[in-house]
Nanobody, 122 residues
Framework: HVQLVESGGGLVQAGGCLNL?????????????MGWFRQAPGKEREEVAF???????HYADSVKGRFTVARDNSKKTMRLRMNNLSPDDTAMYYC?????????????????WGQGTQVTVS
């Protein structure tokens, strides 16, 4: 089992930026893909970005060119740099981990989830 803890959310003005972090503990040696998801009020959870241990990356179309995902395997952390934020990016952001090797993994293939960190863009 893998435990995930997110940090870095907050309130930012439109056009601003934020950095999110996710720290993983537990059985991380068998972990494959890590990813970010988000859920806005009244909407379904949606994918944001995924990254494998070797750096293969997938972005949702809505964040391409604005968000950058990175991973430090030695530190068992993942980051999400979010630039040029808009009110449409307001959501609870979740870190997730998958042991699956399909690409990109489907949401139901993510086995572990963090508690989430709130991002609000005014």
């Amino acid at each position: 089992h893998v435990q995930l803890v997110e940090s870095g959310g907050g309130l930012v003005q439109a056009g601003g930026c934020l950095n999110l972090s996710c720290a993983a503990t537990g059985k991380t040696n068998v972990l494959n893909c890590m990813g970010w998801f988000r859920q806005a009020p009244g909407k379904e959870r949606e994918e944001v970005a995924f990254i494998t241990p070797l750096g293969r990356i997938h972005y949702a179309d809505s964040v391409k060119g604005r968000f950058t995902v990175a991973r430090d395997n030695s530190k068992k952390t993942m980051r999400l740099r979010m630039n040029n934020l808009s009110p449409d990016d307001t959501a609870m952001y979740y870190c997730a981990a998958s042991f699956a090797y399909t690409w990109p993994p489907k949401e139901d293939q993510f086995d572990s989830w963090g508690q989430g960190t709130q991002v609000t863009v005014s």
